[in-house]
């Protein structure tokens, strides 16, 4: 059933609002359900000056969970680590407040119509109660009467969407500009003046590491990370499918009969595998000794103390892990931050001389352009100076560029040069700062931009209204002025203080 959910756009068809515009991909959380004890003496936290209850707040998480659960379909139970759930009810909640106070309401036939008209829970083109029983206790596990409140919540967070989007247009130049930033192509010439190549040139005092880390000690911030011990075979170098199977099949086998085991040294001893451990590493990071294998993050991160995965494969091998150790996320001592200083230091004053060794360059190409602009050549004045001078290939705005990547400074200052008047571009980033001058421009395709005109606008239109309604929902969450304690909460419940709600992972 969860993988019907996935497939199907359920989401987008009663509950599209907080899937597609409200909830944010992937953010790293440890979430739980609060349990049934709660007392009054307790709270979740405030919104707007109001206090909510901690069963406010657990209703509102149940309610994200189930949402999640539509979004990510079988998918959530993989993921459901790396989902902030409590933040995603705390947003929940302050729509629910702007809601209400907008007098927005949905009537039980609306209510009613939207569930019945969702195909998960149909046969044959027509609504059936035992397989809509059947998703509220083994999908949702929740009670019909709530499942239908949370749809009237959601279905009211549309009407205040079209509330705030409904007046939103589009322009017929908008969209024109639009399509050929998407369309068009260019191709420049251009000498970089890289960042890395006047490091070397930069010293940097103790006095001035010290004094910029005591002014942004929290830009370096450790996030959280784990060190695993894994178990398993490597996967042979020359391998044939069969070899692979045969790995896979010995690592499956040895989990089956490991089960309760908490020891793997010993499991790895006993079945003659490899034994290793990673070393820290953040969600973000590479894993030591793995690379990147987004499975084995995923699995390492969802680890609880003493329990042994099921058998992950990688590019590499087939492992078992275990978690052994895990560090919250902190701002690290002056020693300890100290080189990550430094380089930082380092890198803004090499960009200071890059920057600064270009714009020379760039007032001399400018006064040669001047003298005799019907013959100047961009590429032999360049070569004239010592400077190497590149070419890009055709490309669009968005598009990875070779030696410069995707920088939209780079890129919006490429596509600038479109303007005649506009002889040369010139643009600073972190990597380093670029001459460029446009060779040649490939307009859009006026037959296929009016075939393709309607389908665009709506797109278009659509993503201009996610903005919009995005940045009004910043401004609510900052009016709310929200004051969260449940991780004071949690962490009270973990030291085993009395009178305190548990709260459970999911």
Same mark, same amino acid.
């Given at each position: 059933?969860?993988? #019907?959910?996935?497939?199907?756009?359920?989401?987008?068809?009663?509950?599209?609002?907080?899937?597609?515009? +409200?909830?944010?991909?992937?953010?790293?959380?440890?979430?739980?359900?609060? =349990?049934?004890?709660? =007392?009054?003496?307790?709270?979740?936290?405030?919104?707007?000056?109001?206090?909510?209850?901690?069963?406010?707040?657990?209703?509102?998480?149940?309610?994200?969970?189930?949402?999640?659960?539509?979004?990510?379909?079988?998918? &959530?139970?993989?993921?459901? !680590?790396?989902?902030?759930?409590?933040?995603e009810?705390?947003?929940?909640?302050?729509?629910?407040?702007?809601?209400?106070?907008?007098?927005?309401?949905?009537s039980?036939?609306?209510?009613?119509?939207?569930? /019945?008209?969702?195909?998960? &829970?149909?046969?044959?083109?027509?609504?059936?109660?035992?397989?809509?029983?059947?998703?509220?206790?083994?999908?949702?596990?929740?009670?019909?009467?709530?499942?239908?409140?949370?749809?009237?919540? $959601?279905?009211m967070?549309?009407?205040?969407?079209?509330?705030?989007?409904?007046?939103?247009?589009?322009?017929?130049?908008?969209?024109?500009?639009?399509?050929?930033?998407?369309?068009?192509?260019?191709?420049?010439?251009?000498?970089?003046?890289?960042?890395?190549?006047?490091?070397?040139?930069?010293?940097?005092?103790? /006095?001035?590491?010290?004094?910029?880390?005591?002014?942004?000690?929290?830009?370096?911030?450790?996030?959280?990370?784990?060190?695993i011990?894994?178990?398993g075979?490597s996967?042979?170098?020359?391998?044939?499918?069969?070899d692979?199977?045969?790995?896979?099949?010995?690592?499956?086998?040895?989990?089956?009969?490991?089960?309760?085991?908490?020891?793997?040294?010993?499991?790895?001893?006993?079945?003659?595998?490899?034994?290793?451990?990673?070393?820290?590493?953040? =969600?973000?990071?590479?894993?030591?000794?793995?690379?990147?294998?987004?499975?084995?993050?995923?699995?390492?991160?969802?680890?609880?103390?003493?329990?042994? $995965?099921?058998?992950?494969?990688?590019?590499?091998?087939?492992?078992?892990? /275990?978690?052994?150790?895990?560090?919250?996320?902190?701002?690290?001592?002056?020693?300890?931050?100290?080189?990550?200083?430094?380089?930082?230091?380092?890198?803004?004053?090499?960009?200071?001389?890059?920057s600064?060794?270009?714009?020379? %360059?760039?007032?001399?190409?400018?006064?040669?352009? !001047?003298?005799?602009p019907?013959?100047?050549?961009?590429?032999?004045? =360049?070569? $004239?100076? #010592?400077?190497?001078?590149?070419?890009?290939?055709?490309?669009?705005?968005?598009? %990875? +560029?070779?030696?410069?990547?995707?920088?939209?400074?780079?890129?919006?200052?490429? &596509?600038?040069?479109?303007?005649?008047?506009?002889?040369?571009?010139?643009?600073?980033?972190?990597?380093?700062?670029?001459?460029?001058?446009?060779?040649?421009?490939?307009?859009?395709?006026?037959?296929?931009?009016?075939?393709?005109?309607? #389908?665009?606008?709506?797109?278009?239109?659509?993503?201009?209204?996610?903005?919009?309604?995005?940045?009004?929902?910043?401004?609510?969450?900052?009016?709310?002025?929200?004051?969260?304690n449940?991780?004071?909460?949690? #962490?009270?419940?973990? /030291?085993?203080?009395?009178?305190?709600p548990? +709260?459970?992972?999911?």
């Amino acid at each position: 059933m969860l993988k #019907a959910l996935r497939k199907k756009d359920f989401a987008k068809k009663v509950f599209y609002v907080l899937a597609a515009i +409200i909830i944010p991909a992937f953010v790293l959380w440890g979430s739980g359900n609060l =349990l049934r004890n709660k =007392l009054t003496s307790n709270f979740a936290g405030k919104i707007f000056n109001k206090t909510i209850s901690l069963e406010q707040f657990q209703e509102s998480l149940a309610a994200s969970r189930n949402q999640a659960i539509l979004k990510f379909g079988e998918n &959530f139970f993989k993921l459901q !680590k790396f989902i902030n759930l409590e933040r995603e009810a705390w947003d929940r909640l302050i729509l629910l407040y702007e809601v209400k106070k907008r007098k927005i309401s949905i009537s039980d036939n609306e209510v009613i119509e939207a569930i /019945k008209k969702i195909p998960y &829970f149909q046969s044959n083109g027509q609504f059936e109660p035992r397989i809509y029983q059947y998703f509220l206790d083994s999908v949702f596990h929740t009670p019909a009467r709530v499942f239908e409140e949370q749809a009237r919540e $959601s279905l009211m967070f549309g009407k205040l969407y079209n509330e705030i989007t409904d007046k939103i247009t589009l322009s017929e130049g908008e969209l024109l500009e639009s399509y050929k930033k998407e369309n068009e192509k260019i191709k420049i010439g251009y000498v970089g003046f890289l960042t890395k190549d006047f490091e070397n040139k930069v010293t940097v005092e103790e /006095k001035e590491i010290k004094d910029y880390f005591d002014a942004h000690s929290s830009d370096f911030t450790k996030p959280p990370s784990i060190n695993i011990q894994y178990a398993g075979l490597s996967f042979p170098e020359q391998q044939t499918e069969e070899d692979k199977r045969n790995v896979v099949d010995k690592i499956t086998g040895i989990y089956s009969k490991v089960a309760g085991e908490q020891d793997l040294q010993k499991i790895a001893k006993q079945n003659s595998l490899d034994f290793k451990e990673t070393g820290f590493f953040s =969600l973000e990071g590479t894993v030591p000794g793995i690379g990147i294998e987004l499975d084995f993050v995923q699995t390492a991160f969802s680890l609880v103390a003493n329990q042994i $995965s099921k058998p992950v494969a990688t590019a590499k091998g087939i492992y078992l892990l /275990k978690l052994k150790e895990k560090k919250d996320s902190y701002i690290p001592t002056f020693e300890e931050a100290k080189a990550s200083v430094e380089k930082v230091i380092k890198t803004k004053k090499a960009m200071e001389l890059a920057s600064g060794k270009a714009k020379e %360059y760039l007032a001399k190409l400018e006064d040669i352009h !001047k003298t005799n602009p019907n013959n100047f050549n961009f590429q032999k004045t =360049l070569e $004239s100076e #010592a400077l190497a001078y590149k070419e890009s290939p055709l490309f669009n705005y968005g598009q %990875y +560029i070779p030696d410069i990547g995707v920088s939209k400074e780079f890129l919006d200052e490429a &596509f600038g040069l479109r303007d005649k008047n506009k002889v040369f571009g010139f643009v600073s980033t972190e990597q380093g700062s670029y001459i460029m001058r446009l060779l040649e421009a490939v307009p859009i395709d006026e037959k296929k931009f009016t075939e393709e005109k309607e #389908a665009f606008k709506e797109k278009l239109l659509q993503q201009k209204k996610e903005i919009a309604f995005n940045n009004f929902f910043l401004e609510l969450k900052g009016k709310a002025r929200l004051i969260d304690n449940i991780p004071k909460i949690k #962490a009270q419940a973990a /030291k085993g203080s009395p009178n305190i709600p548990q +709260i459970d992972e999911f």
